[in-house]
């Protein structure tokens, strides 16, 4: 049996669909990142427990270099309503007593034994509802690249 010869046609046009289609990808899984990100803050605000509205309005997207971008809660209590808190003690920090609101009157007390709180998840519904629509979003841009 003799050399077997091979001659490939449309290399170069194979090579520069592939270099847009890398181009295109680069940029658009950046700006999908911010997309989903921005809807998992949307999200998040819309599922948070609204009592006063602090937790819902820190609720903030920040942008990082390499195109990430960070959704955060930044109320210092946001872990507790995602996941509750076993029954503590509050005693106060810079103060000499606590002050707060009961049945319609102010009280002042040096310690307050907490009797805990349930759970009321906001944050990981948000997540997987992101997580969901992230699909779509990375589909889309796939389907401008080709």
Known sequence: MGPVSVKLQ???ELRAL??????GLGQGVGSAAQEIARLFMDEARA???VRTGAL????RMRREEG?????????PYAGYVEYGSGPHVIEPGRAAVLR???????VYARRVRHPGSRP????????????????????????RCL
């Open 10 to 12: 449309g290399l170069e």
């Open 18 to 23: 592939l270099g847009r289609l890398s181009d």
């Open 47 to 49: 599922k948070a427990p």
């Open 56 to 59: 819902r309005e820190s609720i």
């Open 67 to 75: 195109g990430k971008a960070v959704v955060e809660a930044l109320a």
């Open 100 to 106: 707060f609101e009961a049945g319609g009157e102010t």
């Open 120 to 143: 009321s998840p906001y944050w990981r519904p948000a997540f997987e509802e992101a997580g969901r629509e992230a699909y779509r979003v990375f589909s889309e841009v796939v389907r």
